[in-house]
């Protein structure tokens, strides 16, 4: 039982974890700072999409479509929420 609680735990901070780091990745100091160096700039934006991706995949597969409850699914919910604006101010901030 002790692997699964681990397990959970594991992927739960994936979820929770991954929004504000794509959101911090994102901000305009970062932005500006990674678009003086071509190769910071390429790996900020495959860090973003990458942390993105994997964020709103657990949190959809593993907590939203599962029969858990409420309380996990909210926070997958906004876990999601916050993977998505990430991803959406990294490839489209000037839209």
Do not use: C, Q
Request: charged share 15%; no cysteine; aromatic share 14%.
């Amino acid at each position: 039982m002790e692997s699964l609680a681990m397990l959970v735990l594991i992927l739960m901070s994936i979820v929770v974890f991954t929004g504000p780091m794509g959101f911090l990745l994102t901000t305009r100091a970062v932005w500006n700072y990674s678009k003086r160096v071509n190769a910071l700039w390429i790996f900020r934006r495959v860090l973003v999409t990458i942390f993105s991706v994997i964020g709103i995949a657990i949190a959809l597969k593993g907590f939203v479509f599962s029969e858990i409850p409420i309380g996990p699914k909210i926070v997958a919910i906004g876990g999601i929420a916050l993977n998505t604006f990430a991803f959406k101010r990294e490839y489209f901030r000037d839209k």
